[in-house]
């Protein structure tokens, strides 16, 4: 099993530019996740796909936009990319646990993305 | 207040010491608790999780404190593969969403 899987591994973009950042995992979870890493902060949510077929906002979700284009693959898009934009990216993935104990979150690689 | 806080560190410690780090959170009501591990440039990745007053697994210990609200991990005879930042991660209570502190960095020395 590859887990989660996400590409690409490094991307430059200049200002207002747009991309979209895949991810997929294999292990047949129900929950997909997207946070943003920056230096000095922890893990912040972006959005989040609690199931098929649903999304939500995280604490962190302008200049983003995200499809659950299935049960495997859950994308980011940046329309119009900023320079505050640029950070680690992480996709996770988890079996559906409802609060409050929360389950085990696997994360994929990272993109690191730099906006110019 | 933050949803949980940590001391970033540095901790630099020399191989086969022992080494210990708090983690506080806001939110009396939660009730389960992780800490994963993430090594430079990598994803972080579950070391231990933590349901009632504590757990035990090889040199790692974490300890919950429920009246102080803090939960604590204790690193014995330090390896140097022990050198990574360790994130305190706290589920929310009313949600599917998990809290991240910003870690603790550890550096091990020989």
């Known amino acids: 099993n590859a887990g989660v899987t996400q590409t690409p591994k490094f991307q430059v973009l200049k200002t207002g530019q747009s991309m979209t950042l895949q991810c997929a995992q294999d292990m047949n979870h129900n929950s997909m996740y997207w946070y943003r890493q920056d230096p000095g902060m922890g893990l912040r949510l972006i959005y989040y796909s609690a199931s098929e077929g649903t999304t939500d906002k995280g604490e962190v979700p302008n200049g983003y936009n995200v499809s659950r284009l299935n049960k495997r693959e859950f994308s980011l898009r940046l329309e119009s990319a900023a320079p505050s934009q640029t950070s680690v990216y992480f996709c996770a993935s988890s079996d559906l646990a409802g609060p409050p104990h929360g389950n085990e979150q696997f994360f994929g690689p990272g993109t690191r993305l730099t906006v110019l | 207040r933050k949803e949980v806080e940590q001391d970033p560190g540095p901790f630099n410690v020399p191989e086969g010491a022992t080494v210990a780090f708090n983690c506080t959170y806001s939110?009396?009501?939660?009730?389960?608790f992780f800490w994963y591990r993430q090594d430079c440039r990598k994803e972080p990745k579950l070391l231990m999780s933590?349901?009632?007053s504590g757990n035990e697994d090889g040199r790692f210990t974490a300890q919950l404190n429920r009246a102080s609200q803090y939960i604590s991990l204790l690193i014995r005879d330090s390896k140097l593969s022990d050198s990574a930042t360790y994130l305190c991660v706290v589920p929310r209570v009313n949600d599917y969403k998990l809290s991240f502190g910003a870690g603790t960095t550890v550096t091990v020395r020989a």
């Open positions: 933590v349901y009632s």
């Open positions: 939110n009396s009501a939660s009730q389960s």
